[in-house]
Structure formats: structure tokens, C-alpha cells
């Protein structure tokens, strides 16, 4: 007798696609796999749904495509990525009834401001005139630095850019199980988890295999940047076509992460998980008090010293007693703040020159933690 499935809805979900089920004999696109996928993400579009597909493939789509001897070198996989780039848009777009778009994203895209906002912008946009949003990491340019390094990771930040109420992770495996069941015959599929814990992780083994880069460690970590801004995840097996039937009963055919708390704005979410914090600045009790209880902006009158170096529209985190108690975005820079640290507001100008406004960081560009 088959387990009884948890019950799942969802309007808006990214739906996450690995390189196994993509180039499943890692050197060039197939469809096999991946039209139950499509089925149901065209089903799902017809009745009013959204989704941003976040696909894996690319180097292993072009893999076939380029010689190279032994493992490949970075610019070997860029070219593979340059021509399999286009090989999975092909593969992908004649399985869909819309118009599809590509996106290539760099972890430098998610980490500044400005291109932040344009992603958001657009995926909004695309999503407003009923295309289907296709996502990738950048392979062809990005280096080590600017990667988010798994496709994992970065449907979890595409999940919060476009506030996202559900991930689907697509992988070949049924789900987070109690043992590796490759290697066990008696582990138990873990249908839902309330909690991501140590214990939790422990349970993710390496990598499942050489296509792709993720294993079941990154899936989690996926999740729980997911399950922390409300957003509801879940892991599949993308190689059985039946799961896309009971996920379109609305069924939870794998494991499902349920949400700790309900969806934060897309905003906070960026501020909380996705901005690399570049310094600290530690403040006094009024000041604490003002931002936990009231709400308030940071002023310089609350600042008792900070640490790092930090540039204006940047980062940090807002420490009490050492403890980090809020993330914001700075509008003076490190340099600045040491001449107005305790000041006044109505003394920057006097003090520095010039004046950006009077307080350092924003209520609307900050985040409690």
C-alpha cells in the first residue's frame, strides 16, 4: 500500500531541474526526461499558476561538442557552456507552449543592489506577459568569485527575488531519505520536515553524481534559505513521470519542507539572506530599543563604534552587546562614519561637508535578524 501524500497548494513556484535529468548521458540534451516536466508546467500555466524554471545543463548539454583530455579546465567548461547554453533553450522551449526567456545570473548579479532590482524587474515583467522566465547560472563568464556555485542555491534566490510561495527541486532521487538508499535497502523516504537541523544535514551524503555539482547538501541548504522566508520546498524525482501527476493533484510526492513562519516580502529576504555584509556597526541600548521596538531608522547619535571597510550603499550588520541584531544598507561610508559616530544628525553637514540625509541606515533598507 502506497503512503497517503500531504496535501500542498501553491500560485507561484520556481521549479528546479538538474543536470542528470537534462543531459542525461552527459554530453548532450535530451527530451526523454524532461516532457512530463514541461506537461506539467504547461498544465499548471493553463490554470493561472506561475513558474520560473531554473534549469541545470548547460556544460553538460555541450560537453559532447568540445575536445578535452581528462577533467575539463575552467575555459574548456565556459566553451561547453557557450555552446550548450543554446542546445538547452532549444531543448527546453519546443516542449512549452509560450514563449520561454533566458536569464543567466552571476552570484555578483544577486549580491549588488542595483542588479537585484533589475532581476526583479524583469522576471516580474516576463511573468506579467505570460512568457516562462528560464534561469541559469552565467557558466560562460562566471569564475569562481561570482558564482553561486550550484543550481540549487540559486533557485533558492530565485525563489525569494520573485517571492516565490513554493520550490520544486527536480532531482534523481525520491526525495531526503533516512539512509542512503543507494547503499541501504531499508531506507525510509522522509515525506515531510518541519525542521532543518544538524541532524537533518547529517543525513546528506556527497554529491549523487558527476553531472551536475549539487547533492543532496546543497538541496538542503536550498531549502532552508526557502523554509525561513516562508516559502514552502520540495524534493522530487524528476526521472518518474507519475510524481508530476500527484503534484498536479496537489500532492507532495517526494519530501516537502514546510515553512517555519509565513512569507516575508522580497525585500527582506534579499537584505536577510542574499547581501554580503561587508562590516559591523555596534550601537547603544537607545538605539536598540529604537529599531526593535519602534521601528526607527539608525542615526549617528546611536553608533558607538564600528569595524571594517565599508563603501556607502553597502552592507552591514547592526550588532548590540556584539550580537548582530540587524542587516542593513549603509548610506555613509565606514570613513564617514567614524567622523559622525555619535553626532548628532543635524551636525553631519558641519561635520563631514556634505550630507546624505540624516539618518545612516534606512527602516526601509533594513532588516531585523
Not at 291 to 309: D, F, T, V, Y
Not at 324 to 353: C, F, M, P
Request: aromatic content about 4%; glycine content about 8%; some cysteine.
Amino acid at each position: 500500500m502506497g503512503r497517503t501524500m500531504t496535501t500542498i497548494s501553491w500560485k507561484r513556484a520556481v521549479i528546479k531541474v538538474g543536470s542528470s535529468l537534462v543531459a542525461p548521458a552527459n554530453n548532450q540534451c535530451s527530451t526523454e526526461v524532461l516532457a512530463p516536466i514541461a506537461r506539467f508546467i504547461n498544465n499548471s500555466r493553463k490554470q493561472g499558476k506561475e513558474v520560473i524554471l531554473v534549469s541545470s545543463g548547460s556544460v553538460a548539454a555541450g560537453k559532447g561538442k568540445i575536445a578535452y583530455k581528462h577533467r575539463p579546465s575552467i575555459a574548456e567548461k565556459q566553451a561547453m557552456a557557450a555552446i550548450g547554453q543554446t542546445q538547452m533553450m532549444a531543448n527546453w522551449a519546443r516542449l512549452f507552449d509560450c514563449d520561454c526567456a533566458q536569464i543567466l545570473l552571476t552570484s555578483d548579479d544577486l549580491h549588488n543592489r542595483t542588479r537585484y532590482v533589475n532581476i526583479k524587474n524583469t522576471l516580474r515583467e516576463l511573468l506579467k506577459n505570460h512568457a516562462l522566465p528560464i534561469v541559469n547560472e552565467n557558466d560562460t563568464v562566471a569564475i569562481d568569485e561570482l558564482k553561486v556555485g550550484d543550481n540549487d542555491n540559486l533557485a533558492a534566490y530565485t525563489a525569494l527575488v520573485v517571492e516565490a510561495d513554493t520550490l520544486i527541486i527536480c532531482s534523481d532521487i525520491n526525495g531526503l531519505y533516512d539512509a542512503d538508499p543507494r547503499r541501504h535497502s531499508t531506507a525510509k523516504l522522509i515525506p515531510e520536515v518541519n525542521i532543518i537541523n544538524d541532524s537533518i544535514y547529517q543525513l546528506a551524503g556527497g554529491a549523487g553524481s558527476d553531472v551536475g555539482t549539487g547533492g543532496m547538501h546543497t538541496k538542503l541548504q536550498a531549502a532552508q534559505k526557502c523554509v525561513d522566508s516562508g516559502i514552502q520546498t520540495l524534493i522530487v524525482n524528476g526521472r518518474d513521470p507519475s510524481v508530476f501527476d500527484e503534484l498536479a493533484k496537489g500532492h507532495s510526492p517526494g519530501t516537502l519542507f514546510t515553512p517555519n513562519k509565513s512569507l516575508d516580502n522580497a525585500r527582506d529576504n534579499w537584505l536577510r539572506h542574499t547581501l554580503k555584509v561587508k562590516g559591523s556597526i555596534e550601537i547603544d541600548q537607545g538605539a536598540k530599543q529604537a529599531l526593535l521596538e519602534s521601528g526607527a531608522s539608525l542615526l549617528p547619535s546611536g553608533i558607538i563604534h564600528l569595524s571594517g571597510r565599508f563603501l556607502s550603499g553597502e552592507a552591514v550588520n547592526i550588532t548590540y552587546k556584539d550580537n548582530a541584531i540587524a542587516k542593513g544598507i549603509v548610506l555613509y561610508s565606514a570613513t564617514d562614519l567614524i567622523s559622525i559616530k555619535g553626532l548628532n544628525s543635524q551636525k553631519i553637514e558641519a561635520t563631514l561637508g556634505y550630507s546624505l540625509g540624516e539618518t545612516v541606515i534606512h527602516r526601509d533598507d533594513l532588516v531585523l535578524l
